[in-house]
């Protein structure tokens, strides 16, 4: 499991495994090491880091496979957010260069098209979607039909293929414009590298207490997520924080960070 | 688990108990003996036992709820076919005579309105509730909401209950026909008491076999179901069978008798 990583993942996986250890991540993801050689099963999000964002490079996605295959364990690649690069040439998923059947692809209509439908969809060899499908006929038989109907419709004609370019031309616009108001009114925080996703994360100083920041700041009327809840470990990390921006209208973002900065220097 | 009894019932338990076992039913629905004392929890379908429809009396109930009481175990109660019974005054739900909250009362509206949807419902205990609540987050997060309001629209303005009273008077039709019919036609075949519901349990003599049935008379246009699957015991119990009513228009139940019993008898 990445670390920082996906809260839910996380506790998804330590209801049936009593070993989840921590992976470390760097600017390229999830670090290829001998971490790795012991594991059955490694989770990561190649496409963008959750929460850093950060792209995994062909190169190390190449590394990942090979120790797959060396070591024996399975990749589950979570492309949570599909699409969303707006900077180079998108990189292969690492599902499309598994040459040996290691890797179950996962994705989700959540951020795309709407969370609370509860749709995703799974990549994976005939054998474990058969047993997939067995298991969850006795967890909740099959997602109602009348959402797998309309949903299939609105795949098949081409509607989702389309607002996901409509989606990348906004999102990117606020990409850019999050990250200019970051490097100019907030100089204090580091961002860790981006080449897309629907959010940013930041580390500020060791004085910055992302808690008391995120209550400070929606005082001011703006909402930050603090990001210990992404980190596995006790001594929760109380600077980092993460931004999204998929949902705000892109010109509220240079004032919201012109607030936030006066929040976070009124803290340091 | 009851036996014969509800197969995805078993199955779920299967996936996380190691000793489920079978407790035999009776004409008064599930039997309470000393069998129940050192069992964690029981799993029972009181208003019409799945699948041989037989009503649970007020006393059994009573006795049921005092040894789950005096033997320390809860008791799921799946009342999966609400508000069918035809015949004599409904009997209390083992929920509404619980005083020692040991019943989770679990309910559905696969039965009634469309199975497509999977929407149903538990009563329990608050602590039981949030957990239930904090283990489905893991699991599937919730129901997609868009039913959720549709269906809590459809609740709340009556129509449930609108539609319970046509479904009631429409099933009682059926049940009394084919009820006749069997009596006239199938006198070989023996039927379990039944005081309402949507099928029929019937056991035939030893020399019957319901697969083979099954497969015989679908050539003559007559689907029945094979009572086997549910049974937990390996040696499957080939003489009894279901005949379910609920989708079937009135006036083809005769004619739909008749043929079948003449596929019975060129098999006996």
Redesign the interface.
Known sequence: MEEPGYP?AR??FA?RAEHVQPLPVDEHGLVVSSRLENLDYVYTTPSHQSPTTVTMPLQRRQALLGSASDHDFLVIEDDYETGTQYVGQAIPALKSLDKTGRVIYVGSLSKSLAP????GYMVASEDLIHEARA?R???????????QLAIALFLSQGHHDLLLRRLRSSYQERWRVLGDALAQYLPELTCSPSLGGSSYWLSGPPRLNCKRLQREAALSGVLIEPGDVFFMSEDSEQTYLRLGFSSIPVQQIEPGIKTLAKVVRAQL
């Open positions: 839910d506790n998804i209801l609370g439908l509860r749709l298991l006929r006795l967890i909740l038989r099959h997602p109602p039909v009348n959402n």
